[in-house]
């Protein structure tokens, strides 16, 4: 009987090397597996508090270029800052408004007494105006707007609240008060409402004649020329413009104009506002309704026309600039 014999120099059975060689795989398998989760979880870590120390840099360098100027409060309430400055930003442009406003009154005034001292304060020879009177300083200056066809109404002033003759004189000089009709020249120069209006000036010496068409749409020209004109013959610190049909008490007009006699840019009279009448053919309609705007728009405020007074100022920023 022949003793199966085992070949020790091929390392034994077979099957015993396979089985330890899948335990030591398996080994190895896991081993991988760990070394590679731990340092995958390093790597993620890493990166992580890199992006978070990114953004927290960002968000400092927010904060602090959010903070530049600015009070804690502010930055807490960021939302509710952002009226205040516009709020602020709206004080300061008419703040700014205001100055630019007062420059070009200064500016005005200043070139309209450069004026008047180039032409040496001349007075036209048809208005008996001499030089001492031109250089005179005046209360208030009245001019009544009147027409060709209103003579009784300029003989019903002069016999109530208008002084005649040497009383007028007087008035000016004590009391400075100048009194005037306003009245421009007829479409046909030299004709017959002029010759009668000349004529009525050579009598009472109370009438002020401008470089103007009469005519009924041409009234706002004509209250334009007449404080021109008013500025530059007279030096008073209000210059008034009413109707012939209306009557004064020069003692309350002077009360009330003195108390603004230290105030600038003073528009005194009865103040109103109405729409802007753009159809035709409508009592006071208005030729020119576009320069208020869209139709159905109402005129700013303005006082009546019958009677209202500027100060010397305003008369002189017209006079520049109509």
Known sequence: MKIPF???????DPHSRSVISRKWALLLCLGSF????????????????????????VEEQRMSINSLGCSPDIKEHGFKYIPRKVSKTQNDVKNLDKAISNLEMKIAVAKASHDSILNNFSASENLKIDESAVKKKYLMVVGINTAF????????????????????????????????????????SGGILDKAIEAEDRK?????????????????????????????LWDADFYVKVDDDVHVNLATLGTNLAIYRLKPRVYVGCMK??????????????????????????????????????????????????
């Open 34 to 57: 760990c070394a590679g989760m731990f340092f995958t979880n390093r790597m993620w870590k890493v990166l992580e508090t890199k992006a978070v120390l990114n953004t927290t840099e």
């Open 273 to 322: 506002s109405g729409p802007v009448l753009a159809r035709k053919g409508v009592k006071y309609h208005e030729p020119e309704y576009w320069k208020f705007g869209e139709y159905g728009n109402k005129y700013f405020r303005h006082a009546t026309g019958q009677l209202y007074a500027i100060s010397n100022d305003l008369a002189t920023y017209i006079s520049i600039n109509q």
């Open 204 to 232: 009472h010496g109370d009438i002020l004649r401008l470089k103007h068409v009469e005519g009924y749409l041409e009234l706002s020209a004509k209250t334009r020329t007449y404080f021109a004109t008013a500025v530059s």
């Open 149 to 188: 066809s209103s003579r009784k109404r300029r003989d019903s002033v002069r016999s109530t609240w208008m002084p005649q003759g040497e009383k007028l004189k007087k008035l000016e000089d004590e009391k400075g008060i100048i009194i005037r009709f306003v009245i421009g020249h007829s479409s046909t």
């Open 6 to 12: 085992k070949n020790r120099g091929n390392g034994g």
